[in-house]
Nanobody, 116 residues
Framework: QVQLVESGGGLVQPGGSLRLSCAASGIIFRFYAMGWYRQAAGNQRELVATITSGASTNYADSVKGRFTISRDNAKNTVYLQMNSLKPEDTAVYYC??????????WGQGTQVTVSS
């Protein structure tokens, strides 16, 4: 059974930082591209950042220079370091594991709220 378990969300003030983690089980983690997506209230889910099995990264323009995605294959975990957070970063953040459409999995999400 595949499980992606996110943690690290919470309430933070504008300008603050959070680090999200996603622990994967039930998959051969090192073969999967991993990603973080987010969905704000009333909006569609959008890509935040991805990292390939070879550790190449890609970021949404809105988070470039502020967020960093990384992975630890020994721990089957992907991270999202979020700095200089803005109120518009408020959303539920979802972890994604992808090889093909048939082998794509999602976590349950973790809430990030940026507010003073």
């Amino acid at each position: 059974q595949v499980q992606l378990v996110e943690s690290g969300g919470g309430l933070v003030q504008p300008g603050g930082s959070l680090r999200l983690s996603c622990a994967a089980s039930g998959i051969i983690f090192r073969f999967y591209a991993m990603g973080w997506y987010r969905q704000a209230a009333g909006n569609q889910r959008e890509l935040v950042a991805t990292i390939t099995s070879g550790a190449s990264t890609n970021y949404a323009d809105s988070v470039k220079g502020r967020f960093t995605i990384s992975r630890d294959n020994a721990k089957n975990t992907v991270y999202l370091q979020m700095n200089s957070l803005k109120p518009e970063d408020t959303a539920v953040y979802y972890c994604n594991a992808y090889i093909t459409k048939r082998n794509e999995y999602w976590g349950q999400g973790t809430q990030v709220t940026v507010s003073s």
